[in-house]
């Protein structure tokens, strides 16, 4: 056995940031690369050794024991030097050297638009905000798109221990206070005015899952950071649906795709079961059924480090705007609420309001789709329903730009 770290919530410093400009990719997006220096104060406990994770019952075992397995770790820092991919993305009426010709907005009066900074769930990449990381033809589902036509611009990142960032120790290094840090050194170098995406007016901070409550933990550690919040898929209560975790069949990612993920440590898991994650992250009826298979065989992987922490219970320091978007067929939300029941999920929605209690405002909406609010039938609605509440919290006028103008009260 071996001491190594797990997650419970203490952040400490960021050091440096250098950034470094790579490809273009599509008419108005750049690939950037973030290298950040990040320190951040972990639990430290004993886990089985990389061997043993290859053995499923072990494995198993291991993921249902967590919450004993967090509660006897002591605290210990982590720190290091991280590459963080990212691709940014501004509206159509910017050119791509990010100078601004037409756009204008009531909340930057210096003329750049506000920033959406998406960060992804586990499991994903950054491309789960824009065509998927199967590259979906059907621009509707498009996040990244939907925003940039409603004047935003859009920096989407991949998390620490995805996509194309680096992965490092996956339960020492990747947890959620590590993976704020990063995150929170790279909004600190845009608004010094030295990276390569301009400062902003407005930063907005857009999550989805696991993203959001990384999210959450930004706003109460740093709540100067960022001027509003979107927490997709997230609610006041913390799933209790273990069955829901261990139907999705993890096992090591270097052993289920090794042609993609040999490299990496065993303690990065792969789920195996396209059954369990289209129950898991979609609303069977409402969802182009072509979805969950690219879905499945295009999945990202999963830090054990990240099952560790929740993100704060409540974020009292956060004066900011809160905008909550959550299925109403969230499975992973249903399995919140006491009784497992998803009528319950409006009340575990709502309910967020509480723990932003100094927020000065407070929006929700509840479209009628699983977890992957993006990649359902409703998404164009979704979008435009989440933007008109988004500039209302900002107070933008977002009159002109709409895809689905008509019956945006639809669910």
């Known amino acids: 056995m071996r001491s190594i770290g797990i997650l419970l919530g203490i952040i400490h410093c960021v050091a440096a940031v250098s950034i470094l400009t790579t490809v273009e990719t599509a008419e108005n997006c750049k690939n950037i690369t973030f290298t950040v220096q ?101 621009s509707s589902y498009s996040w990244r798109m939907a925003a940039n036509s409603a004047g935003y611009a859009t920096l989407a990142i991949d998390k620490l221990g995805s996509g194309a960032s680096s992965h490092p120790d996956p339960v020492l290094d990747v947890q959620l206070p590590l993976q704020m840090e990063t995150i929170h050194a790279v909004i600190k170098q845009i608004k010094s005015g030295k990276a390569v995406v301009p400062k902003s007016g407005t930063y907005i901070f857009v999550g989805h899952a696991s993203g959001s409550s990384l999210g959450a933990s930004l706003a109460q550690t740093y709540p100067d950071d960022i001027d509003a919040l979107v927490l997709t898929g997230y609610s006041s209560g913390s799933s209790a649906n273990t069955s829901l975790i261990l139907a999705q069949q993890y096992e090591p990612a270097a052993i289920s795709d090794s042609k993609r993920f040999g490299n990496l440590s065993y303690g990065y898991l792969l789920g195996n079961s396209l059954e369990a994650r289209t129950t898991a992250l979609y609303y069977e009826g409402h969802y182009d059924p072509t979805i969950p298979p690219n879905d499945y065989s295009s999945r990202g992987v999963q830090a054990i480090g990240e099952r560790f922490s929740l993100g704060p219970k409540t974020v009292p320091a956060f004066q900011g705007k809160v905008l909550v978007l959550t299925g109403a067929n969230d499975q992973v939300v249903c399995g919140s609420t006491p009784a497992r029941q998803c009528s319950l999920v409006p009340d575990a929605v709502m309910n967020v309001n509480a723990s932003f209690s100094s927020s000065t405002g407070f929006e929700y909406y509840i479209p009628q789709t699983g977890r992957n609010v993006n990649w359902h039938y409703k998404a164009p609605v979704t979008f435009d329903v989440t933007f008109q509440k988004l500039d209302s919290l900002l107070g933008r006028s977002s009159a002109g730009w709409r895809v689905n103008s008509d019956g945006l009260s639809e669910g």
């Open 38 to 138: 990040a320190t951040a104060t972990n639990i430290l406990v004993d886990t089985p050794l990389d061997s043993e994770f290859s053995n499923t019952a072990t494995l198993n075992a291991y993921l249902q024991n967590l919450p004993v397995t967090v509660i006897n770790g002591v605290p210990g820092n982590r720190s290091g030097t991280f590459d963080l991919a990212a691709v940014y993305c501004v509206p159509s009426s910017i050119t791509s050297d990010t100078t601004t010709t037409e756009f204008q907005s009531p909340s930057d009066s210096n003329g750049d638009p506000p920033l959406q900074i998406l960060i992804h769930g586990s499991t994903y990449t950054k491309e789960y905000w824009d065509h998927g990381a199967w590259n979906d033809a059907n």
